[in-house]
């Protein structure tokens, strides 16, 4: 691993955060993979020798639970998924160079190979936990068969997660209010023996990483915190039967996320053993046995930071392997503005998108350049709409079809003329722009660079207007000439975006060449003769989006009833309102309380936490920094302006290293902000 800027000499890996082979994919996990993909196309357009691996996460307690629920092995069910994943991805142009499965034999090999160098350094030892166990059923509860409430910011939790809060990896024990997910009763914890890995002695270590790793501010920043706090050694093996046995033992498995990242290893080797070592050699790249490695950026989900910025490089480390070079973590993706919900089909699912009959390069450029890296992305179908109508049909598919269209009935393909200075200049410059883009992992921009090349070339052909010059003259040759050799630069700029499209612009303009293997000077290769083409993209009409739209709504309210009648209680009371508090505070008590009209000046969300989001209230007297959790509850940008009630004498907290001076009342888990319904002035006291 280098540093240096791309393309370097050595070899690149790029990966992406493993899919648990325990559902359907949907767009939200299509987002990784379509990103993942766009980094590594973009890499080779660099010039830089890449590999884009992955694999299917067959192991942990989800798969566990979930083919138990089906009446299959753990292997039968995840390996059904696995399969499906394999056929999925290539629907939408990702194209993997290895997809294999941790639960192979050289992710196995690999597995134990890493867990033997780490006991070999002295970086495992054996110690009593707490295991939460579930008495009635007398057996141990790991990871997601048991659920509570977070230690560390009181949210609901998985075992193993804080998913719904702080997001923090949880070690057995930590948990409180453990309940059992096999019962749905209290379970106890008991003292069990396993196995650790010393990660509190890299501490040193991972801070200096921190400092030099490339990607997303997120991935760099978040880890920070946990190192600062100090950081806790890490449970690797679970009391389970599904999964890499540990080493000599036989009744512990390793916990999955000691495999799940290995299978990147394992599946490079994998690739460099169809290929040969001579074309792409795997060792070169995880730099075995302590070489300096190639580079290895990994595109991961903001919720899987921690495992790649704490214990995956800490594990690399120890084992005398090369750390990662950048590590990008995406934001979340929103389904109208609400929390993606699988469980209330608020969801657009990948199968669902193709069977639309929507071509994948549409759903791909939406979400890549819909944001930046680390930004949520909201998805709706009329945004989606507006970027494929606005820029791919009127933007690059209008320009290069009239280009193409007028060359060919003109011309019949390629004119005999020179590109013009002032075009090869615009098409560096697009080239340039890209390639800064690439370097740092900005995928939007690099996207944006061939749509705004595509705009200059409508802006080209409408200035000089070919149809007004005599029929066959030098004059209008140059004009289109100009124009298809722009058409040939957006191609390959979009093509790690867009690949499907990018190789229909090449046939259509008779150049016998793969547009996927070329480099950015490919930019100004020369056209060949050609006949009229098709249109690139097609437009999606306002009656096919209020379909779409009726068709989401109608399965989000199907599977809410759906999932009413399954809990729906007759002895029960039906309100779902928490009961009121028995115990009652006194009048003085109340009249302490300074509760203040306040208006929102300004809002911004905070760095490396999902939900919290840092105001500016001004409540008259003084304007307070506030912070809320209202992230993915509300629209952040259109918070600015609001009236807002303000408990004022709250003690100040500080959260995810943000001071708090106050909160801001909100009602229900919707986060409904109260507010005033007059004109009360900010800094009015509520009586």
């Given at each position: 691993m280098s540093h240096e800027e791309f393309p370097t000499d050595g070899p690149a890996v790029v990966t992406c955060g493993l899919p648990y082979a325990n559902g359907d994919l949907h767009i939200g996990h299509l987002r990784g993979y379509t990103a993942a993909d766009a980094v590594n196309?973009?890499?080779?357009?660099?010039?830089?020798?890449?590999?884009?691996?992955?694999?299917?996460?067959?192991?942990?307690t989800p798969v566990a639970l979930n083919s138990a629920k089906e009446g299959v092995s753990?292997?039968?069910?995840?390996?059904?998924?696995?399969?499906?994943?394999?056929?999925?991805?290539?629907?939408?142009?990702?194209?993997?160079?290895?997809?294999?499965?941790?639960?192979?034999?050289?992710?196995?090999?690999?597995?134990?190979e890493f867990v033997e160098k780490l006991e070999a350094a002295g970086y495992v030892y054996e110690d009593e936990i707490l295991v939460a166990w579930d008495p009635e059923e007398d057996q141990p509860l790991p990871d997601r068969y048991v659920e509570g409430t977070c230690p560390y910011c009181?949210?609901?939790?998985?075992?193993?997660?804080?998913?719904?809060?702080?997001?923090?990896?949880?070690?057995?024990?930590?948990?409180?209010?453990?309940?059992?997910?096999?019962?749905?009763?209290?379970?106890?914890?008991?003292?069990r023996e396993?196995?650790?890995?010393?990660?509190?002695?890299?501490?040193?270590?991972?801070?200096?990483?921190?400092?030099?790793?490339?990607?997303?501010?997120?991935?760099?920043?978040?880890?920070?915190?946990?190192?600062?706090?100090?950081?806790?050694?890490?449970?690797?093996t679970r009391d389970m039967d599904w999964g890499i046995d540990y080493p000599g033992e036989e009744d512990l498995v390793l916990y999955v996320w000691v495999d799940a990242p290995i299978e990147y290893v394992s599946s490079t080797k994998q690739y460099s053993e169809r290929v040969g070592a001579d074309e792409y050699d795997w060792e070169e790249v995880?730099?075995?046995?302590?070489?300096?490695?190639?580079?290895?950026?990994?595109?991961?989900?903001?919720?899987?930071?921690?495992?790649?910025t704490i214990f995956w490089p800490a594990m690399?480390?120890?084992?005398?392997?090369?750390?990662?070079?950048?590590?990008?973590a995406t934001g979340f993706v929103t389904i109208d503005g609400k929390g993606l919900s699988t469980s209330r089909n608020r969801a657009i699912w990948a199968e669902e998108y193709l069977d639309e009959g929507f071509h994948p390069d549409l759903l791909r450029y939406y979400l890549t350049t819909m944001g930046g890296f680390q930004q949520d992305l909201d998805f709706t179908w009329?945004?989606?709409?507006?970027?494929?109508?606005?820029?791919?049909?009127?933007?690059?598919?209008?320009?290069?079809?009239?280009?193409?269209?007028?060359?060919?009935?003109?011309?019949?393909?390629?004119?005999?003329?020179?590109?013009?200075?002032?075009?090869?200049?615009?098409?560096?410059?697009?080239?340039?722009?890209?390639?800064?883009?690439?370097?740092?992992?900005?995928?939007?921009?690099?996207?944006?660079?061939?749509?705004?090349?595509?705009?200059?070339?409508?802006?080209?052909?409408?200035?000089?207007?070919?149809?007004?010059?005599?029929?066959?003259s030098d004059e209008q040759a140059q004009v289109i000439r100009d124009c298809l050799q722009v058409a040939t630069a957006v191609a390959v700029l979009l093509e790690p975006t867009c690949p499907g499209k990018a190789e229909t612009v090449w046939a259509q303009l008779g150049i016998d060449a793969d547009v996927h293997a070329a480099e950015t000077d490919a930019v100004h290769t020369e056209p060949g003769a050609f006949d009229e083409p098709d249109e690139l993209f097609e437009k999606i009409e306002d009656d096919r989006v209020d379909e779409l739209d009726a068709a989401l709504e109608e399965k989000i309210a199907e599977a809410t009833a759906d999932d009413e009648d399954e809990t729906e209680d007759p002895e029960m009371d039906e309100s779902d309102l928490e009961p009121l508090i028995d115990e009652r505070i006194d009048f003085d008590t109340f009249e302490s309380l300074d509760i203040r009209v306040g208006r929102i000046e300004s809002a911004e969300g905070v760095e490396g936490a999902d939900k919290l989001v840092r105001l500016s209230v001004d409540i008259g007297v003084e304007t307070r920094q506030i912070v809320a959790g209202l992230k993915q509850l509300h629209d952040v940008e259109e918070l600015a302006g609001e009236k807002v009630i303000v408990l004022a004498n709250l003690e100040k907290a500080e959260l995810f290293g943000v001071e708090s001076n106050g909160m801001v009342l909100a009602a229900g888990d919707q986060a409904d902000l109260l507010t005033t319904k007059e004109d009360a002035e900010p800094g009015t006291k509520v009586l």
């Open positions: 196309r973009s890499l080779k357009k660099l010039g830089q020798q890449s590999a884009y691996v992955c694999g299917s996460d067959m192991h942990g753990p292997e039968e069910y995840a390996m059904e998924y696995h399969e499906k994943y394999a056929e999925t991805f290539p629907k939408f142009n990702v194209e993997f160079d290895n997809y294999g499965h941790t639960h192979d034999e050289t992710n196995t090999e690999i597995t134990r009181g949210e609901q939790a998985r075992g193993d997660e804080c998913d719904e809060g702080c997001g923090r990896h949880l070690e057995p024990g930590e948990i409180e209010d453990p309940v059992s997910t096999l019962t749905g009763n209290p379970a106890e914890y008991r003292e396993h196995k650790y890995f010393a990660v509190s002695e890299l501490a040193d270590y991972l801070s200096e990483f921190l400092d030099r790793v490339e990607g997303t501010s997120n991935a760099r920043n978040q880890p920070r915190e946990w190192i600062e706090e100090g950081l806790k050694d890490w449970c690797i995880w730099g075995r046995d302590g070489g300096d490695g190639g580079e290895i950026v990994h595109v991961i989900g903001r919720d899987i930071i921690q495992h790649h690399l480390h120890a084992t005398d392997h090369a750390e990662p070079r950048s590590v990008c009329e945004r989606f709409q507006e970027r494929v109508n606005g820029e791919l049909v009127g933007t690059v598919g209008n320009f290069v079809y009239r280009s193409m269209l007028f060359a060919a009935r003109n011309f019949d393909g390629t004119p005999d003329a020179d590109v013009s200075d002032e075009v090869r200049a615009r098409i560096d410059d697009a080239v340039e722009q890209f390639e800064a883009a690439v370097r740092d992992y900005d995928v939007r921009n690099a996207g944006d660079a061939a749509v705004e090349l595509a705009q200059f070339g409508n802006e080209y052909i409408q200035q000089h207007e070919p149809w007004q010059l005599e029929d066959g």
